[in-house]
C-alpha cells in the first residue's frame, strides 16, 4: 500500500486524475479535505459523507487529520446501519502529497461480517442442541483411547481424568465387548445400549451414538459420538414394570378365589394361586377369632397348599405379628418365612404366611408389597366368609337354644340315612316331645317357658356325644340322632334324658301337671333297610304311644318289617 497518494499539485481534486481515480473504484471512494470533510466521491461514497462529518459519532474526520499530520496511511472498520440493515466497511485513509487532502478508499466486508457472524451462531445453536440432546460427547483415537471429552466430564469423572483412558475401563464387566464396538466402531451406531460404572462405582446406563473418523485414504482414524444417560429412565421402566408383574399377579389370586364358589375352599384356592404366582414352596392361610378370655387373635388355618414349616412354627411367626401392617420376615429351621396380617376395618381377622426354602435367597421388595396387598384382600375375604358362616348358622339352627332347627336336622339325617345303607351298623332315632309344657307358659309366663326349654337343650346335649345330634323341631318338640347305637344303647339313653328331668321341677305349671318328657325311639337296623319317612313315623309313633300311655316315659318302636332283605 502506497504511503501517499501522487495527485496532480495544479488540481484542485474535483478533476484529472484523482478525480478519475475516485470514480473507477468499485468500492466507496472519497477525497477529503484537511478538516476531514468529504470534498468529493463516487456513487458507492455517498454514505462516507455522512460517516465523516462533524456531527458523526464515528471520530473519522479526526482519523483523517491524524492521517495528514502523521503522513502514514490509516486503516479503520466501522459499521453503518441503512434501514435496519447493519453492515461494515473497511476503510483505507492515506494522505495525498499536497498535505492538504486524504484519499479514503472503502471496501465493503458486510458479507463476510455476516458470514463469520452466522458461523458462529450456527456452531453455537449446534453446540446448544448437542448439549440438549446428550449428557456428554467423546472421540477417541486411532488408539482407541479418548482424546476428547466435554468439558463438563461424565459420569463423575472429570474430562481430564477420562482423556487418555480406554473407554471401556469404565464399562460393567459384561459390558466390555459392546462397549468396545461403540467406541471402536467402524460404521455409524445409533441408540446402542450399554452399561457403564460411575465413579462412584454405582451403573449407569447409556444411549450411545457413534460414527467412524475416516482419514482421506480410507484408514481408521477413530470414532466420536454423544451419550445419553437414562438411567432414571431404565430404573422408572424397571419400577414400572414390577408394579405391573405385581398387579397382574394380585388381579389373578384375587379373581381365582373369589370365581370360587364354595366358601369353604375359598382360602385353598387363593394359597394355591398366591404359592404358584410368587414361586414359593408353600402358602398357609388363617383366620382369627377373637378369643373371649384375653382378647388375643387366636389363628387357625383355614387355607393351605405346598409343603412349608409346621404348625408349631407358623404359630411362632403368628405371635409376631403386630399392628404396624408391616410384614414380617423370620427364619424356621430350612425356611424363610414372610408373613403378614390380614385385616378388615383396621381389626386383625387373619394372616397370609409364604414359606420359602433359605437356599432360594431373601425377599424382595416386590415380595413384601404383594403380600401386604394380597393380605388386604384376605382380609376381606375372611370377612366374608365368616358373614356366609353365620348366615348358614343362622338359617340352620333355632334361634333360643342354638340347635339344629327342623330343617337342617332333617337335611343331615338324610345324608347319614344314605350312609346307613352301605353300613353295617345300626343307629336311633329319638322323639322327644314336652308333657304340660303349655301349663308352664300359661303359668309362669313364655319366659319362665323359654328356661325350661334351654335345660331341656342342656339334657340332651350334656347325654349325646359330637357325632350325635341334636335339634329342636319346632315348639316343645326335639329330635335326637345317636350314630352307630344299637337298641340297648338308645334305651339307656333315652332313660338317662328321663332321669335328668328333675331339673325340670321348678318349671311345673302345677303339682298334677308336671313338666316331664315323652320319648319314642326307633332303631335303624341295617337288615331290614326302611327310608327315611318310615324311620320317622316309627319314632312319632312310639313318642305318642309313650304320651298317651302315661307321660314321662319312652317307647320303642316295633322293627321295620322285612321287605324282600337288604338292599343289594
Not at 477529503?32 to 468529504?38: E, I, K, M, T, Y
Amino acid at each position: 500500500m502506497p504511503k501517499s497518494m501522487d495527485f496532480d499539485a495544479n488540481r484542485d481534486g474535483t478533476n484529472g486524475i484523482g478525480l478519475a481515480i475516485i470514480l473507477t473504484h468499485p468500492g466507496p471512494a472519497a477525497i477529503l479535505n484537511a478538516d476531514g470533510r468529504v470534498l468529493t466521491c463516487n456513487r458507492r461514497g455517498e454514505i462516507l459523507r455522512d460517516l465523516f462529518s462533524p456531527d458523526s459519532s464515528t471520530g473519522l474526520s479526526g482519523i483523517a487529520r491524524t492521517t495528514l499530520e502523521n503522513g502514514a496511511p490509516v486503516t479503520k472498520a466501522v459499521e453503518i446501519r441503512q434501514e435496519n440493515q447493519v453492515g461494515s466497511l473497511d476503510l483505507t485513509l492515506l494522505p495525498v502529497n499536497d498535505g492538504r487532502r486524504v484519499a479514503v478508499i472503502g471496501r465493503d466486508t458486510s458479507l463476510e461480517l455476516n458470514l463469520r457472524t452466522a458461523l458462529a451462531d450456527s456452531r453455537q445453536r449446534y453446540k446448544d442442541f448437542v448439549d440438549l440432546s446428550s449428557d456428554f460427547t467423546w472421540e477417541t483415537g486411532t488408539e482407541g483411547r479418548f482424546v476428547f471429552v466435554s468439558p463438563t466430564g461424565a459420569l463423575g469423572y472429570e474430562a481430564r481424568e477420562l482423556v487418555g483412558a480406554e473407554p471401556w475401563s469404565m464399562m460393567d464387566a459384561k459390558e466390555v465387548q459392546s462397549g468396545a464396538k461403540v467406541f471402536q466402531t467402524t460404521v455409524r451406531v445409533k441408540d446402542a445400549e450399554i452399561w457403564a460404572r460411575r465413579k462412584d462405582g454405582s451403573l449407569a446406563c447409556l444411549v450411545t451414538s457413534a460414527m467412524p473418523i475416516m482419514g482421506q485414504e480410507g484408514q481408521w482414524n477413530g470414532a466420536r459420538g454423544v451419550c445419553h444417560d437414562v438411567t432414571e429412565q431404565r430404573e422408572r421402566d424397571k419400577a414400572l414394570n414390577r408394579a405391573r408383574n405385581r398387579e397382574r399377579i394380585l388381579t389373578h389370586v384375587v379373581r381365582t378365589f373369589r370365581d370360587e364358589m364354595d366358601p369353604s375352599n375359598m382360602l385353598n384356592v387363593a394359597a394355591e394361586a398366591l404359592t404358584r404366582g410368587l414361586g414359593t414352596e408353600a402358602c398357609h392361610i388363617y383366620r382369627a377369632n377373637l378369643a373371649e378370655e384375653s382378647g388375643q387373635a387366636e389363628f387357625v388355618r383355614r387355607g393351605s397348599f405346598g409343603l412349608g414349616g409346621g404348625e408349631e412354627e407358623a404359630l411362632e411367626v403368628l405371635d409376631g405379628l403386630d399392628s404396624s401392617g408391616l410384614p414380617q420376615e423370620t427364619e424356621a429351621g430350612k425356611w424363610r418365612v414372610l408373613a403378614a396380617a390380614a385385616r378388615y376395618r383396621r381389626q386383625i381377622n387373619g394372616a397370609v404366611l409364604l414359606w420359602r426354602s433359605t437356599d432360594r435367597g431373601d425377599w424382595t421388595d416386590d415380595d413384601r408389597l404383594l403380600i401386604m396387598d394380597i393380605a388386604n384382600q384376605i382380609g376381606i375375604a375372611n370377612e366374608q366368609i365368616g358373614q356366609h358362616e353365620r348366615i348358614i348358622t343362622m338359617s340352620r339352627t333355632d334361634s333360643l337354644t342354638g340347635l339344629l332347627n327342623r330343617r337342617a336336622f332333617f337335611d343331615d339325617m338324610e345324608r347319614r340315612h344314605k350312609r346307613l345303607e352301605r353300613s353295617p351298623q345300626p343307629s336311633a332315632l329319638l322323639y322327644v316331645d314336652l308333657d304340660n309344657f303349655k301349663r308352664v307358659n300359661d303359668s309362669h309366663g313364655h319366659l319362665r317357658g323359654d328356661e325350661a326349654l334351654l335345660v331341656i337343650k342342656d339334657i340332651l346335649v350334656n347325654h349325646t356325644r359330637p357325632t350325635d345330634m341334636v335339634a329342636r323341631l319346632g315348639g316343645d318338640e326335639f329330635a335326637v340322632w345317636l350314630e352307630g347305637a344299637n337298641e340297648a344303647v338308645a334305651a339307656t339313653k333315652a332313660q338317662d334324658f328321663l332321669d335328668s328331668g328333675n331339673r325340670l321341677r321348678c318349671f311345673d305349671g302345677d303339682p298334677d301337671h308336671p313338666l316331664s318328657m315323652s320319648i319314642g325311639l326307633a332303631v335303624y337296623d341295617p337288615a331290614t333297610p326302611e327310608s327315611l319317612e318310615a324311620l320317622t313315623a316309627r319314632a312319632d309313633a312310639a313318642m305318642y304311644e309313650a304320651k298317651h300311655g302315661g307321660k314321662s316315659h319312652f317307647r320303642v318302636a316295633p322293627a321295620a318289617a322285612r321287605q324282600g332283605g337288604p338292599s343289594p
